[in-house]
């Protein structure tokens, strides 16, 4: 606000100066005159704001027009009597000219940070609906699957048996959490183990797990069901097409001011078309992180020596510095 208004005071001593390119005299007072109007009425409504934002648009608006319309009218007469004193008293008309200037900035600038608001809130829901709708995805072929392997050990390993039921409602549970953006990593490496579990009941020694997690990223910003759909992935795509299995190696590292991801699976064989059919879910995911983290986050995949690897890249952050930002 105060380099817009600096801006506007800079053309209107452009086009007041009858010599030269600036009248630098008007340009001084002026400055003077915009600034204090623009601090004294941004301090004053930052003050307000808890009861502002209680008001409805058109509430707000009237009460934030009227705080600057008073704030200008109070410098006006004070730069009218002490700064500038006329001989033939206060000059009404010129007041006037300021109060009707000051409106419609006023208004234009309350436009602006209202479409701004508007296109804000539209970002955020579509991002919420694209993150409900990927939330609610359970495969049905990763749930049938489960379903059969724990009625298989009901009898045989009943203690298996439970703690597959355990693992499969807490991936339930996380599907239809849909209000959170954010989580901490270890939340979600937990949710891909409790994942990799019921797998590794139906898949046996066909599946065989790597991590490589860096201590003291416990509390990296994540958004919900990122993770898991790639390890997903790895499986499906990578593991059980194959009788002999392969590993899947999950990889978290910190470089500088980023967090690595790595997803690594067997790359599927030559012919193999079910592979493509996890770019939408890998889109997704990157429309996801761009929404929440800007140009900043990143999702490449590649395939290197029969590996294909899915890296994500995100800045490094915990769940409550983000909100901090944000709140500014």
């Avoid at 065989?208 to 759909?229: C, M």
Wanted: net charge neutral; proline share 4%; aromatic share 8%.
């Amino acid at each position: 606000m105060l380099v817009t208004s600096e801006l506007f005071v800079l053309v209107l001593s452009i086009v007041q100066a009858e010599q030269g390119w600036i009248d630098w005299n008007y340009f001084g007072l002026l400055s003077l005159f915009v600034q204090w109007t623009t601090l004294t009425s941004a301090a004053l409504i930052c003050l307000l704001r808890p009861r502002l934002a209680h008001m409805g648009i058109a509430g707000a608006t009237l009460a934030i027009v009227t705080i600057v319309m008073l704030d200008v009218l109070a410098f006006s007469l004070f730069a009218d009597k002490v700064l500038n004193p006329q001989p033939g008293g206060i000059l009404w008309q010129s007041i006037a000219k300021k109060l009707l200037l000051a409106l419609l900035i006023s208004l234009m600038v309350l436009r602006y940070f209202y479409l701004q608001h508007q296109w804000q809130q539209q970002q955020e829901a579509e991002m919420q609906a694209r993150l409900t709708s990927l939330q609610a995805r359970i495969q049905p072929h990763f749930l049938f699957n489960s379903m059969n392997t724990i009625a298989s050990l009901i009898d045989s390993h009943p203690e298996l048996a439970e703690e597959a039921v355990l693992d499969l409602s807490e991936l339930f549970r996380a599907s239809l959490r849909t209000t959170e953006q954010l989580v901490p990593l270890s939340r979600e490496l937990e949710l891909c183990q409790r994942y990799l579990a019921i797998e590794g009941l139906r898949l046996g020694e066909r599946l065989a797990l790597d991590w490589a997690i860096e201590p003291g990223l416990e509390q990296q910003a994540i958004p919900p069901l990122t993770l898991q759909p790639l390890v997903e992935n790895a499986i499906y795509h990578g593991i059980q097409p194959r009788a002999e299995g392969g590993t899947v190696r999950i990889e978290v590292s910190a470089k500088d001011r980023f967090v690595y991801l790595l997803v690594q699976n067997p790359a599927p064989e030559a012919g193999e078309s079910r592979h493509s059919g996890n770019h939408i879910a890998l889109d997704n995911t990157l429309a996801r992180l761009r929404a929440l983290f800007g140009e900043s986050a990143v999702l490449k995949r590649s395939r290197q020596n029969d590996i294909y690897t899915v890296t994500l890249r995100l800045p490094r952050q915990t769940v409550n510095q983000y909100k901090r930002l944000v709140s500014r």
